[in-house]
Protein backbone atom coordinates (compact mmCIF):
# COMPACT_ATOMS: atom_id res chain seq x y z
CA UNK A 1 0.00 0.00 0.00
CA UNK A 2 1.35 3.37 -0.85
CA UNK A 3 1.30 6.05 1.65
CA UNK A 4 0.23 9.95 -0.47
CA UNK A 5 1.48 11.47 1.88
CA UNK A 6 5.26 10.72 0.98
CA UNK A 7 6.93 12.60 -0.91
CA UNK A 8 7.90 12.00 -4.76
CA UNK A 9 11.08 11.13 -5.92
CA UNK A 10 13.10 14.36 -6.06
CA UNK A 11 10.77 16.40 -3.69
CA UNK A 12 12.06 17.73 0.05
CA UNK A 13 11.04 15.92 3.01
CA UNK A 14 8.04 17.96 5.00
CA UNK A 15 8.89 19.50 8.34
CA UNK A 16 6.59 18.76 11.15
CA UNK A 17 4.16 21.56 12.41
CA UNK A 18 1.39 22.70 13.84
CA UNK A 19 -1.75 21.23 12.38
CA UNK A 20 -4.77 22.98 12.24
CA UNK A 21 -7.32 22.69 15.20
CA UNK A 22 -4.65 21.85 17.56
CA UNK A 23 -3.33 24.45 20.44
CA UNK A 24 -0.10 26.13 19.55
CA UNK A 25 2.14 29.26 19.24
CA UNK A 26 0.76 31.96 16.56
CA UNK A 27 2.92 33.29 14.61
CA UNK A 28 3.96 36.56 15.40
CA UNK A 29 4.43 39.22 12.51
CA UNK A 30 7.76 40.91 12.40
CA UNK A 31 7.81 44.92 13.43
CA UNK A 32 7.25 47.32 11.40
CA UNK A 33 10.18 49.23 9.82
CA UNK A 34 9.59 51.94 7.70
CA UNK A 35 11.71 51.79 4.49
CA UNK A 36 14.53 54.37 4.69
CA UNK A 37 14.28 57.19 1.68
CA UNK A 38 16.08 56.86 -0.96
CA UNK A 39 19.52 59.23 -2.24
CA UNK A 40 17.47 61.86 -3.82
CA UNK A 41 13.93 61.30 -2.87
CA UNK A 42 11.92 64.08 -2.22
CA UNK A 43 9.75 62.26 0.47
CA UNK A 44 10.42 64.04 3.96
CA UNK A 45 11.44 62.24 7.13
CA UNK A 46 9.29 61.13 9.92
CA UNK A 47 8.27 63.25 11.84
CA UNK A 48 7.86 62.27 15.81
CA UNK A 49 4.39 62.37 18.03
CA UNK A 50 4.15 66.12 18.88
CA UNK A 51 3.61 66.48 22.84
CA UNK A 52 0.91 68.11 24.22
CA UNK A 53 1.28 71.80 24.89
CA UNK A 54 0.01 74.58 27.70
CA UNK A 55 -2.22 77.34 26.34
CA UNK A 56 -1.74 81.30 28.00
CA UNK A 57 -4.57 82.39 29.93
CA UNK A 58 -5.15 86.26 29.35
CA UNK A 59 -6.83 88.60 31.46
CA UNK A 60 -10.01 89.40 30.65
CA UNK A 61 -9.91 86.81 27.69
CA UNK A 62 -9.89 83.48 29.32
CA UNK A 63 -12.68 82.42 31.38
CA UNK A 64 -11.55 81.01 34.79
CA UNK A 65 -12.34 77.54 36.22
CA UNK A 66 -15.49 77.29 37.96
CA UNK A 67 -14.66 76.60 41.70
CA UNK A 68 -15.43 72.94 43.39
CA UNK A 69 -17.98 72.59 46.17
CA UNK A 70 -14.67 71.92 48.22
CA UNK A 71 -12.96 74.80 47.19
CA UNK A 72 -15.57 76.55 48.40
CA UNK A 73 -15.95 75.53 51.27
CA UNK A 74 -12.59 75.63 52.33
CA UNK A 75 -12.60 79.52 50.77
CA UNK A 76 -15.74 80.09 53.76
CA UNK A 77 -13.69 78.20 56.40
CA UNK A 78 -10.56 80.22 55.93
CA UNK A 79 -12.99 83.40 55.45
CA UNK A 80 -14.20 82.36 58.55
CA UNK A 81 -11.15 81.90 60.92
CA UNK A 82 -9.92 84.97 59.77
CA UNK A 83 -13.00 86.86 61.11
CA UNK A 84 -13.24 85.34 64.36
CA UNK A 85 -9.25 85.71 64.58
CA UNK A 86 -9.97 89.97 64.02
CA UNK A 87 -12.86 89.82 66.47
CA UNK A 88 -10.66 87.92 69.47
CA UNK A 89 -7.76 90.10 68.24
CA UNK A 90 -10.21 93.61 68.93
CA UNK A 91 -11.76 92.07 72.19
CA UNK A 92 -8.46 91.48 73.45
CA UNK A 93 -7.34 94.87 72.55
CA UNK A 94 -10.31 96.68 74.37
CA UNK A 95 -9.85 94.84 76.98
CA UNK A 96 -6.31 95.82 77.67
CA UNK A 97 -7.27 99.65 76.84
CA UNK A 98 -10.38 99.53 79.67
CA UNK A 99 -7.71 97.38 82.14
CA UNK A 100 -5.36 100.78 81.58
CA UNK A 101 -7.59 103.25 82.47
CA UNK A 102 -8.99 101.62 85.85
CA UNK A 103 -5.45 101.80 86.42
CA UNK A 104 -5.02 105.22 85.45
CA UNK A 105 -8.06 106.20 87.03
CA UNK A 106 -7.47 104.36 90.41
CA UNK A 107 -3.46 105.83 90.31
CA UNK A 108 -4.93 108.96 89.87
CA UNK A 109 -7.53 108.49 93.10
CA UNK A 110 -4.91 106.77 95.33
CA UNK A 111 -2.44 109.84 94.33
CA UNK A 112 -5.45 112.11 95.56
CA UNK A 113 -5.88 110.24 98.61
CA UNK A 114 -1.94 110.58 99.62
CA UNK A 115 -1.85 113.80 98.90
CA UNK A 116 -4.86 114.76 101.21
CA UNK A 117 -4.10 112.61 103.78
CA UNK A 118 -0.37 114.15 103.71
CA UNK A 119 -2.35 117.89 104.19
CA UNK A 120 -4.25 116.64 106.34
CA UNK A 121 -1.48 115.14 108.68
CA UNK A 122 0.28 118.31 107.96
CA UNK A 123 -2.45 120.49 109.44
CA UNK A 124 -3.14 117.86 112.25
CA UNK A 125 0.43 118.03 113.15
CA UNK A 126 1.11 120.42 116.14
CA UNK A 127 3.78 122.91 115.76
CA UNK A 128 6.49 123.01 117.88
CA UNK A 129 7.22 126.71 119.52
CA UNK A 130 9.86 127.55 122.10
CA UNK A 131 8.82 129.72 124.75
CA UNK A 132 11.03 131.87 127.26
CA UNK A 133 10.65 133.83 130.48
CA UNK A 134 11.02 137.58 130.54
CA UNK A 135 10.49 140.28 133.06
CA UNK A 136 8.88 143.30 132.29
CA UNK A 137 11.63 144.75 130.32
CA UNK A 138 10.94 142.10 127.79
CA UNK A 139 14.38 140.64 128.84
CA UNK A 140 14.72 137.34 129.16
CA UNK A 141 15.58 135.42 132.74
CA UNK A 142 16.17 131.98 133.86
CA UNK A 143 12.92 129.90 132.64
CA UNK A 144 12.49 129.11 136.47
CA UNK A 145 10.62 132.36 137.45
CA UNK A 146 8.25 131.39 134.92
CA UNK A 147 8.00 128.01 136.50
CA UNK A 148 4.19 127.49 138.24
CA UNK A 149 5.76 125.18 141.12
CA UNK A 150 9.06 127.78 141.23
CA UNK A 151 6.94 131.05 141.96
CA UNK A 152 4.65 129.36 144.05
CA UNK A 153 7.58 128.25 146.40
CA UNK A 154 8.33 131.68 146.38
CA UNK A 155 4.93 133.11 147.21
CA UNK A 156 3.98 134.83 144.06
CA UNK A 157 1.14 133.91 141.35
CA UNK A 158 -0.15 134.24 138.26
CA UNK A 159 -2.88 136.69 136.87
CA UNK A 160 -3.52 137.42 133.30
CA UNK A 161 -1.05 135.86 131.84
CA UNK A 162 1.29 137.03 134.13
CA UNK A 163 3.41 136.14 137.34
CA UNK A 164 4.14 137.99 140.15
CA UNK A 165 7.01 137.14 142.43
CA UNK A 166 7.80 140.12 144.92
CA UNK A 167 7.90 143.17 143.04
CA UNK A 168 8.64 142.24 139.87
CA UNK A 169 6.36 140.21 137.16
CA UNK A 170 7.12 137.90 134.32
CA UNK A 171 5.57 136.38 131.24
CA UNK A 172 6.39 134.01 128.61
CA UNK A 173 7.47 135.28 125.00
CA UNK A 174 6.40 132.20 122.47
CA UNK A 175 8.62 131.90 119.31
CA UNK A 176 11.40 134.73 120.26
CA UNK A 177 15.32 134.31 119.83
CA UNK A 178 17.87 135.19 122.42
CA UNK A 179 20.13 134.20 125.04
CA UNK A 180 19.76 135.06 129.01
CA UNK A 181 20.60 138.95 129.92
CA UNK A 182 19.56 139.61 126.42
CA UNK A 183 16.22 141.42 125.12
CA UNK A 184 14.18 138.44 123.28
CA UNK A 185 13.90 139.41 119.74
CA UNK A 186 10.63 138.37 117.40
CA UNK A 187 8.18 135.83 118.77
CA UNK A 188 4.73 136.84 120.30
CA UNK A 189 3.38 136.77 123.96
CA UNK A 190 -0.13 135.21 122.74
CA UNK A 191 -0.12 131.76 123.14
CA UNK A 192 -0.47 130.08 119.83
CA UNK A 193 -2.98 128.11 119.69
CA UNK A 194 -2.97 124.14 118.80
CA UNK A 195 1.00 124.16 119.42
CA UNK A 196 3.44 122.48 121.10
CA UNK A 197 4.65 125.03 123.43
CA UNK A 198 7.74 123.77 125.79
CA UNK A 199 10.51 125.92 127.05
CA UNK A 200 14.12 125.26 126.60
CA UNK A 201 15.13 123.59 129.76
CA UNK A 202 12.56 120.45 128.41
CA UNK A 203 9.48 122.00 130.67
CA UNK A 204 5.90 121.78 129.01
CA UNK A 205 3.88 124.71 128.55
CA UNK A 206 0.98 123.28 126.51
CA UNK A 207 0.13 120.60 124.12
CA UNK A 208 -1.63 121.35 121.10
CA UNK A 209 -2.83 118.71 117.96
CA UNK A 210 -6.20 118.39 116.64
CA UNK A 211 -7.91 115.82 119.47
CA UNK A 212 -5.17 116.39 121.97
CA UNK A 213 -6.48 119.44 124.54
CA UNK A 214 -4.49 122.19 125.11
CA UNK A 215 -3.10 122.34 128.85
CA UNK A 216 0.05 123.99 131.00
CA UNK A 217 2.04 123.02 133.52
CA UNK A 218 3.10 126.66 134.20
CA UNK A 219 1.26 130.00 133.84
CA UNK A 220 2.09 132.09 130.85
CA UNK A 221 0.46 134.61 129.03
Not at 36 to 49: I, R, V
Not at 208 to 217: A, D, L, Q, R
Request: positive net charge; glycine residues 14%; hydrophobic residues 25%.
Amino acid sequence: MTDNNLPGPGQPTPQPGPQSGQPGQPQQPPPYQPAAPQPGSNQPAQQPPAKGKVRQQQAGMTKPRQATVAEQRARAAALKAQQERFAAESAAFEKKRKTRKRLLIGGGVTVGVIALVAIWYAAASPKNVTAQCTDSNNVIVDDDYCDQSYYSSHGGYSSGGFIYIGGSSYRYNYGGSGAVGQKVTGGSYTIPKGANVSTKSGTSVQRGGFGVSSGSSSSGG
